[in-house]
């Protein structure tokens, strides 16, 4: 039955996907903009232009799977879901606030698994037995692999990069991976579009079968990731300039053969990761393929001071969010 509040967590899980795309497109734009291919405002077209792209070419959702079964079905209800999303998208809010670059996958999930554990709680049943392990335990470890990842891509192909090109002209150089900018920040916008668009779709689709709108070995309707696709990609075309200072600047210098090289292994790891149904954070890996490059020319290359803070932001977003979850919740479950 579609009711009011249904009405209002889609529209919410959609505003998340709305926030998620101007917080995380930082990701996709920051090496091209400190680069200068392109301006902030083309830039942004660009990857908005490819986060849409994925709608017509992913169509096995696995990421959107593993998002729905990271709560067992019984402890899920539409207020489990709304309190959830209020937790993520206040998150978000703060970190882009203070432009941190923190994952807004594992916001989602961290806030949905905090508010069915407290449901579980409020029933009288151990919260820990509202939870799914297997998908959440894959995301944890993936907090940590996903970057590591990244870092080694990005050091693979920026050496392979460099040896080819040792002998060519730098001015001639730097030229061509200028225009292959434009194709690897491309391709980084396209994973991102088709792994972080996911998340959403699979928490509407829980709030519809949750609702008994449809059965839960229904397909999941088309709307959903026209939806979804198309919020994440206007998001993006607003941009998030705090992130994309961090991401761009504040992690490494990178030149464009840099650049090519870390949004190369980025997109690859993305890509691989939504093959298997692993719901990664886009900001981790791009993050650990930035490092990786950096790492090419000398450990010093690298702010460890800030790529540390940006480690302790990515361990504190999934238990901060839970808390903020389990609070409003509660809110509403005496309301």
Same mark, same amino acid.
């Given at each position: 039955?579609?009711?009011?509040?249904?009405?209002?967590?889609?529209?919410?899980?959609?505003?998340?996907d709305f926030i998620n795309g101007f917080h995380d497109a930082a990701n996709s734009i920051a090496t091209i903009?400190?680069?200068?291919?392109?301006?902030? !405002?083309?830039?942004?077209?660009?990857? /908005?232009?490819?986060?849409?792209?994925?709608?017509?070419l992913i169509k096995d959702h696995k990421v959107a799977n593993t998002i729905a079964k990271t709560v067992f079905?019984?402890?899920?209800?539409?207020?489990?879901?709304?309190?959830?999303?209020?937790?993520?998208?206040?998150?978000?809010?703060?970190?882009?606030?203070?432009?941190?670059?923190?994952?807004? @996958?594992?916001?989602?999930?961290?806030?949905?698994?905090?508010?069915?554990?407290?449901?579980?709680?409020?029933?009288?049943?151990?919260?820990?037995?509202?939870?799914? !392990?297997?998908?959440?335990?894959?995301?944890?470890? !993936?907090?940590?692999?996903?970057?590591?990842?990244?870092?080694?891509?990005?050091?693979?192909?920026?050496?392979?990069?460099?040896?080819?090109?040792?002998?060519?002209?730098?001015?001639?150089?730097?030229?061509? !991976?200028?225009?292959?900018?434009?194709?690897?920040?491309?391709?980084?916008?396209? /994973?991102?579009?088709?792994?972080?668009?996911?998340?959403?779709?699979?928490?509407?689709?829980?709030?519809?079968?949750?609702?008994?709108?449809?059965?839960?070995?229904?397909?999941?309707?088309?709307?959903?990731?026209?939806?979804?696709?198309?919020?994440?990609?206007?998001?993006?075309?607003?941009?998030?300039?705090?992130?994309?200072?961090?991401?761009?600047?504040?992690?490494?210098?990178?030149?464009?053969?840099?650049?090519? @090289?870390?949004? =190369?292994?980025?997109?690859?790891?993305?890509?691989?990761?939504?093959?298997?149904?692993?719901?990664?954070?886009?900001?981790?890996?791009? =993050?650990?393929?930035?490092?990786?490059?950096?790492?090419?020319?000398?450990?010093?290359?690298?702010?460890?001071?800030?790529?540390?803070?940006?480690?302790?932001?990515?361990?504190?977003?999934?238990?901060?969010?839970?808390?903020v979850a389990a609070l409003v919740y509660s809110v509403i479950h005496y309301l």
């Amino acid at each position: 039955m579609v009711t009011t509040i249904l009405v209002a967590v889609v529209i919410l899980a959609l505003a998340f996907d709305f926030i998620n795309g101007f917080h995380d497109a930082a990701n996709s734009i920051a090496t091209i903009v400190s680069t200068k291919v392109l301006t902030p !405002f083309q830039a942004v077209l660009w990857a /908005a232009a490819f986060n849409f792209l994925a709608f017509f070419l992913i169509k096995d959702h696995k990421v959107a799977n593993t998002i729905a079964k990271t709560v067992f079905e019984q402890y899920i209800t539409i207020h489990v879901i709304l309190a959830g999303l209020i937790a993520a998208i206040t998150w978000n809010l703060i970190t882009w606030w203070f432009g941190i670059p923190s994952s807004s @996958s594992h916001t989602l999930i961290g806030g949905f698994a905090g508010a069915g554990m407290t449901n579980a709680l409020f029933l009288g049943v151990n919260p820990m037995h509202a939870v799914n !392990f297997g998908p959440i335990i894959s995301i944890v470890l !993936f907090i940590f692999l996903a970057p590591i990842i990244g870092l080694i891509i990005g050091v693979i192909i920026n050496i392979l990069i460099l040896h080819i090109c040792k002998n060519a002209r730098p001015a001639i150089a730097e030229k061509w !991976f200028k225009r292959l900018q434009l194709v690897s920040s491309g391709a980084l916008s396209f /994973a991102h579009g088709g792994n972080d668009a996911q998340k959403v779709m699979g928490i509407i689709y829980v709030a519809l079968v949750s609702q008994k709108v449809i059965s839960s070995d229904h397909k999941m309707p088309d709307w959903i990731p026209l939806a979804c696709y198309t919020a994440i990609a206007l998001g993006t075309m607003s941009g998030g300039w705090k992130i994309v200072k961090t991401m761009g600047t504040k992690i490494t210098k990178v030149t464009p053969l840099e650049g090519v @090289s870390a949004e =190369t292994a980025g997109a690859v790891t993305l890509l691989i990761t939504e093959r298997f149904g692993i719901p990664v954070s886009t900001t981790h890996t791009i =993050t650990g393929s930035i490092i990786g490059v950096g790492l090419t020319k000398r450990a010093s290359a690298v702010r460890w001071g800030v790529t540390i803070n940006l480690i302790w932001a990515w361990i504190i977003t999934i238990p901060i969010s839970a808390i903020v979850a389990a609070l409003v919740y509660s809110v509403i479950h005496y309301l």
